[in-house]
């Protein structure tokens, strides 16, 4: 059953009292207010790198970093530390930093150290909450990259080595139901490996990669992987998908390409994401995918003259579990390319960044899309999408958006230049942080939102698969108890429009209990196994009305 809309009238009515009400204040860049349509708030004027990659982790510290052959960052290393590599391409000795730890809740950061470029690569979060960071260009285009999470500030990158066997740029990187990562493509790599290694062979051939290849362009680099629910693999590559046996190394189904036959991966970048997993008790899953933006076919080429054709403004929607799937299409408020997707815990969809012309790649963006829009998965088609309040900071080529524990989104990054440019040129590069507060946060629902007091799976205790899970709750209104459920989201690794491993699992609600003043209990099932969600830490959200509490980290192995 579909989840009803929050009360958007009461919603419009408050927002328009706001809109008057901040007409007459003072300029305040920081925060920007809009009729029904979220908030925008200025974390940090710079970090000091460009946010092309990053990665929430359980201590709520988001990893950042860019490439190390950008040229010198505008942050020093600390303690006097430097970078002095031999095989790098600008910069052999280098003193700053290319990466960053971000402590949302402390909202201040600290300069990292890489030791190898890690430009355009992938990474996924190993069950014990380690960032597992893989591939790169030049000397990084085979390193295995670790970063374990702490608490204080001793913590940094540690470099394995060329831990993987073929090179891996512009490659994508999942966690599987047995915890390893399997890394897929990459230019010129149409084959997939695992991480860590046994003893099997290193790389397996994976055709469909040569196939959507187009020659002199590729439009099939990070591909978008997501795992169903009978735990093999969905990938999708330029306009068309199979699902994939990744222990027989088998193609269990090719899906048909989407309609126009337009190209959607990069640099025709458009974003995809897994809608929310529900009814996870069932036999079989509905499991639903959706592609939006990306560049008409032949973009790339016409840029190289100089020519910015209008980007698509369509997506296409595929039940991948269907006996006979097909691509529907829906039309968004703008054209987007460069777009990012990410899962907001009440299920929803934030499409946000990118640009209405050109495509990926260096300088060959225009007209940046400002006005991020909600999408609503559940509300009848025709109806789904809404614009959103518009930043006022162009994020175009390499920016990211992650969803944080708190229900705002981090953005970050725009740098189309093939190093650091702040003067001269269209669009600037961007070292700031933004959170965007989607409408759920805004205080007109307060007395909707829940606050998790306790669960069974509180911190330091694992929860296991196919148990029942007990969330305890307050709301200081009147709650509509087949109005309130339980979300897990499996927090993202963003790069290049496409969030590696995000995944958000509906648990439903068996049974809502008064347990006191404004005080309740919700019981649900977890999912019965890795094949739906793979071991590791998730955000767990107690819903009602379509209003998320802040998430409470767990833990399921």
């Not at 306009?239 to 337009?262: C, E, M, Q, S, W």
């Not at 600037?428 to 829940?450: G, I, K, Q, V």
């Amino acid at each position: 059953m579909s989840q009803p809309s929050m009360p958007r009238y009461t919603s419009i009515l408050f927002f328009l009292f706001l809109q008057l009400f901040f007409a007459a204040q003072p300029y305040h860049r920081t925060v920007t207010y809009a009729a029904g349509s979220g908030l925008w708030q200025l974390l940090q004027n710079s970090i000091g790198i460009t946010a092309m990659h990053m990665q929430l982790l359980s201590n709520d510290r988001v990893v950042i970093y860019d490439r190390t052959d950008f040229g010198r960052s505008n942050l020093s290393l600390p303690d006097g530390k430097c970078r002095n590599d031999s095989s790098e391409l600008v910069i052999k000795y280098d003193c700053t930093a290319h990466s960053v730890e971000y402590d949302v809740l402390a909202n201040r950061f600290r300069p990292l150290m890489v030791q190898s470029d890690v430009w355009c690569s992938s990474g996924a979060v190993f069950p014990d909450g380690r960032l597992i960071q893989t591939g790169g260009f030049n000397d990084g285009e085979r390193k295995v990259r670790i970063f374990s999470p702490c608490n204080g500030s001793d913590c940094d990158w540690e470099e394995v080595g060329d831990g993987l066997k073929a090179k891996r740029w512009y490659a994508t990187s999942h966690i599987l139901p047995d915890g390893r990562q399997i890394i897929i493509g990459g230019r010129r790599q149409f084959n997939y490996e695992f991480y860590p290694k046994s003893s099997a062979p290193n790389v397996y051939s994976l055709p469909f990669l040569m196939e959507t290849n187009d020659r002199g362009i590729e439009n099939n680099l990070y591909p978008s992987v997501f795992l169903n629910g009978d735990g093999n693999l969905f990938i999708f590559a330029n306009n068309r998908a199979i699902l994939f046996d990744h222990k027989t190394n088998k193609v269990l189904k090719t899906y048909p390409a989407i309609p126009g036959g337009d190209p959607r991966s990069y640099p025709s970048t458009g974003s995809a994401v897994l809608l929310p997993l529900k009814n996870l008790q069932a036999s079989t899953i509905e499991a639903e995918v959706l592609v939006c933006g990306g560049a008409p076919k032949g973009s790339y080429a016409k840029v190289e003259n100089g020519n910015f054709v209008l980007a698509l403004d369509t997506c296409a929607r595929i039940k991948i579990n269907d006996p006979n799937p097909r691509w529907v299409m829906e039309t968004m408020p703008t054209a987007r390319v460069m777009g990012d997707m990410t899962l907001l815990p009440n299920g929803n969809v934030l499409i946000i960044n990118g640009a209405r012309a050109g495509t990926a790649g260096w300088e060959k963006g225009r007209d940046p899309v400002l006005n991020p829009v909600l999408y609503r998965p559940d509300d009848a088609s025709g109806s789904r999408f809404e614009l959103q309040n518009p930043s006022k900071i162009p994020r175009m080529y390499h920016s990211t958006a992650i969803l944080l524990r708190d229900g705002r989104v981090l953005v970050g990054g725009s740098n189309p230049h093939i190093g650091y440019e702040f003067t001269g040129v269209i669009f600037p590069t961007e070292l700031s942080l933004e959170a965007f507060s989607p409408p759920y946060l805004d205080p007109n629902f307060d007395d909707l939102r829940p606050t998790i007091v306790s669960s069974s799976a509180s911190e330091g205790k694992n929860i296991g698969y196919g148990q029942k899970l007990l969330v305890r709750f307050k709301v200081t209104s009147k709650i509509v108890t087949d109005m309130v459920s339980v979300t897990m989201v499996a927090p993202a690794f963003n790069t290049h429009s496409f969030s590696m491993n995000h995944r958000l699992l509906v648990l439903g609600n068996e049974k809502v209990t008064v347990v006191g003043a404004s005080t309740y209990d919700i019981q649900v099932m977890t999912p019965r196994s890795g094949d739906l969600a793979p071991p590791g830490y998730y955000m767990l959200y107690v819903v009602h009305q379509q209003i998320p509490s802040e998430g409470l980290w767990v833990k399921i192995l």
